[in-house]
């Protein structure tokens, strides 16, 4: 068992500013290829890429529990020493990734029927769409192949890696699409095939750093049931705790939809600029992760403390800032983002509420974060669901203030989590740490 280094604000930067930075850049396969195809001048055709971006991005934010899960068990296998179990979590994952990308393949006629018919889009939109997803979908085995290196490389504390891949992934899609799309007239196919070779080429160079730094010799334990078991556990629980972030959000969007074009359009250019605080928080939630699994893994309860202060202190810090930074240029950003007037003007009545989402969910992000790392998942998918009945009670009693009150809604949905969480703390604590190492 080894005592982890001191947990200082140098290293939660460390691992906090690199995620962050790979957040950002996250979005950009599907940004590059609605962009080169929008030079085309083909309405459909950028309809098509667009509607299909957002589709992948939520197909594959589903299995965010690849990485989550992955961080959390590496980590803990960090603190406790234990490299054959770092080695072992990484293949274990890869596996698990594999299986899911192999079913997507299989299952892509009817999921891609289901899919676009529910999108409701014309007939020549769909028919583009379609072609598009035929070819992307291919890319899932490498995407989801990604999420686990991503989360093992923090895991080990080489955020810094992590980062680079998904930069280097990026920069392939745009040299790869742009050439096939405007230079060889591949159209929306090779704004997929973009998309594949990059994400293909990014788990090639993930694997052979990977091996650079635990080699090649296959783990003992690698099929130890018990591990087994406590990976489907895990995976499980912040997979439904996924799906459940997923719903309140489309549930969110449905309820907006509702009230009209104007209403829908604003809420999403705010859900946007909401997006620039939940980067920030998302990178300090992996820090935690990362910091708090191996205490975890040390049985160093102090520095599982200091960790969780150190990474909430940031978070509320950037929360804080963030909240002010959208009240002040907010109203600048939405007209960046919309050129309709009607737009403008209800996303400006809106403004306050999707600044303040920043410096409310800060605690939960921070503490997602922090049960992840701890693997108290049974916790975070159970409070997760309290939290969305709390959201849909918000709406219910707020119905009658129309999108006021879906807004109301969604703030109790991002404060109900952080306070659940909070208060359910101590108590996961305790029944972790032993009295002669329980933080104070």
């Given amino acids: 068992m080894n005592a982890p280094a001191a947990i200082t604000h140098a290293r939660v930067l460390a691992i906090a500013v690199p995620m962050t930075i790979a957040n950002v850049t996250t979005p950009l396969i599907g940004v590059v290829g609605t962009a080169v195809i929008g030079r085309l001048g083909e309405a459909h055709l950028l309809g098509a ?97 990604n999420l686990v290196m991503l989360g093992w490389f923090v895991g080990i504390a080489h955020a810094a890696i992590a980062l680079g891949l998904q930069v280097a992934i990026n920069l392939v899609n745009l040299v790869v699409t742009t050439l096939l799309v405007l230079w060889f007239g591949f159209g929306v196919t090779g704004a997929a095939i973009g998309a594949l070779v990059s994400e293909a080429a990014g788990t090639i160079a993930g694997l052979a750093l990977a091996l650079r730094i635990v080699g090649v010799r296959m783990p003992a334990r690698l099929f130890d049931r018990v591990r087994l078991v406590r990976l489907f556990v895990v995976n499980r629980d912040i997979l439904i705790r996924t799906a459940a972030l997923i719903g309140a959000w489309g549930f969110f969007a449905a309820q907006g939809a509702r009230q009209g074009d104007v209403v829908l359009a604003a809420n999403s250019v705010l859900h946007n600029l909401m997006l620039i605080g939940a980067f920030f928080l998302d990178g300090f939630a992996s820090a935690a992760g990362q910091l708090c699994g191996m205490a975890i893994g040390a049985r160093d309860g102090r520095a599982f403390s200091r960790a969780v202060r150190l990474s909430i202190s940031w978070g509320f810090g950037f929360g804080i800032a963030t909240t002010a930074a959208l009240l002040l240029a907010g109203p600048w950003l939405i007209d960046l983002m919309t050129a309709s007037p009607d737009v403008r003007l209800v996303a400006r009545d809106y403004l306050v509420y999707a600044a303040l989402a920043a410096v409310i969910g800060v605690f939960a992000f921070a503490y997602d974060g922090i049960y992840v790392g701890a693997t108290w998942t049974r916790d975070i998918r159970n409070l997760m669901m309290v939290s969305l009945l709390a959201y849909l009670a918000a709406w219910w009693l707020t119905r009658p203030l129309g999108n006021t009150g879906l807004w109301i809604a969604i703030l109790v949905f991002f404060g109900s989590r952080g306070a659940l969480q909070a208060m359910r703390y101590p108590a996961l604590v305790r029944a972790t740490f032993n009295s002669a190492t329980a933080p104070p």
Avoid at 67 to 73: E, P, Q, S, Y
Avoid at 84 to 112: C, H, K, S
């Fill in 49 to 145: 890429v667009a509607m299909s971006s957002v589709v992948f991005d939520c197909l594959f934010w589903l299995f965010a529990f690849l990485r989550m899960g992955t961080v959390a068990l590496t980590a803990q296998a960090l603190g406790a020493g234990d490299v054959a179990e770092e080695r072992a979590t990484l293949i274990r994952a890869l596996t698990v990734a594999a299986a899911i990308g192999l079913a997507l393949i299989l299952l892509q006629v009817p999921l891609g029927a289901i899919i676009y018919r529910l999108m409701g889009a014309s007939a020549e939109v769909t028919r583009a769409a379609e072609s598009y997803f035929a070819v992307r979908i291919w890319s899932a085995p490498f995407v989801l192949a």
